[in-house]
């Protein structure tokens, strides 16, 4: 257990250190109704959400699909890394890999992109 909280607290720093020298940028996904502005845990729960309460269809990411890490990005899955300022939180699209700093520009990608 002590051996994975350092292991990592390592990432974190390195990826820390990536971010600082404009390397990387380190992303966690928030998952929220841009209609109604609830919170959701997962790209699932909210098109579920969409779907049943909103009316709203999108497609989901094909099975097997995911995010991978670029230079520029890197994707953690946990906030529970701490409170690191260096933690991008932006809203993750239900239905494609899109993901935006602002809720807005999440409703209006759903709107032009998957609504059509």
Known sequence: MCEKLVIGYFFLVFFSFLTNNQLSKIVHFRYCCSYCQRPLIDSTRLRNHLSNIHNIHVPSISRGKRR?????????????????????????????????????????????????
């Open 68 to 116: 991978f890490d670029t230079l520029p990005i890197t994707y953690v899955n946990k906030f529970s890394y701490g409170q690191n300022q260096d933690i991008n939180k932006e809203y993750g699209c239900p239905a494609c890999f899109s993901h935006f700093p602002e809720i807005n520009s999440l409703h209006s990608h759903i709107q032009e992109v998957h609504m059509k």
